[in-house]
């Protein structure tokens, strides 16, 4: 029967880990930077895996001090503050954020970024949909954001301008289509 609840005495200890545990993880990304939580890129997936990591093995293993995995996740969280600073720098953010994609251009889905994005057109046309979008020809652009999000611009067939920040995307993308930079 020790395979079900294993050692009673041990798991008043471990469930006081884990509660200390929790607060310390609810404090530090307290600490730490809202985005953590809200929008992830790579640096924040890595960071909420290793946090989960450290939080539930210092809960359960009776090998590791709750000062032990303490220690791991302040390191974490100073970590991920760092590089958050960093990627302020264009060079370092090259390391760690996907660059913008053009998905589609003027109405025409650019499938090779689809595939390069581990997108598929069905994919990207509930997304087209789900945005109120039913006509391709109407999409001048579509930019998969560094954070995986959808910039869907109207207009197709416009001769003006792109507004300021879909320039600045564009400028920012891989692959831009010839003569839109």
Sequence with gaps: MSWLAGDWTHLGAVAGKAALMYVMALGALRVGERRTLAQWTIIDSVAAVAVGAIVGRTAIASDQSFVTGAV??????????VVSV??????????????IRVLVAHGRVRRRQLMICGLTESDLMAQLRQRGVFELSDVRFVLYEAKGGL???????????????????????????????
């Design 72 to 81: 791991a996740l302040i390191t974490l969280v100073a970590m991920h503050r």
């Design 86 to 99: 960093l990627r302020s720098r264009p060079r370092f953010r090259r390391l760690t954020d996907h660059r």
């Design 151 to 181: 910039t869907v611009v109207s207009g197709a067939h416009s001769a003006a301008e792109p507004p300021d920040l879909i320039r600045a995307g564009l400028r920012e993308a891989v692959d831009v289509p010839a003569g839109e930079a």
